[in-house]
Nanobody, 125 residues
């Protein structure tokens, strides 16, 4: 049984930083890609960043977060990390961790097999 559990969300002022973590357990050895998505009330779910964890660790970022966010995987702790710097009010959303087995790292959430419950990020101006 795969489980993804997010943590690290909170409330910060614009320009601040947060570090989100996603603890993965269960049959995680076959993960090909892991990603962070976010969704604000009344908005569509948005792909934030992804990382190919099976071999190459290539990364992709949404234009809105490029240069500010960094996605990585800590293999020692089996944890997906999203370092968020220079946060903006428009970053306010529920952030979700996702993973998939098949060989691609898409930006569409429907392509992912597993999801965490989310962690709230609130950025005030």
């Amino acid at each position: 049984q795969v489980q993804l559990v997010e943590s690290g969300g909170g409330s910060v002022q614009a320009g601040g930083s947060l570090r989100l973590s996603c603890a993965a357990s269960g049959n995680t050895a076959s993960f090909y890609c892991m990603a962070w998505f976010r969704q604000a009330p009344g908005k569509e779910r948005e792909g934030v960043a992804s990382i190919e964890v099976w071999r190459y660790r290539s990364t992709r970022y949404a234009d809105s977060v490029k240069g500010r966010f960094t996605i990585s995987q800590d293999t020692a702790t089996n944890t997906l990390v999203l370092q968020m710097n220079n946060l903006k009010p428009e970053d306010t959303a529920m952030y979700f961790c996702a993973a998939k087995y098949s060989g691609s790292c898409p930006t569409l959430g429907v392509e992912y097999n597993f999801w965490g419950q989310g962690t709230q990020v609130t950025v005030s101006s």
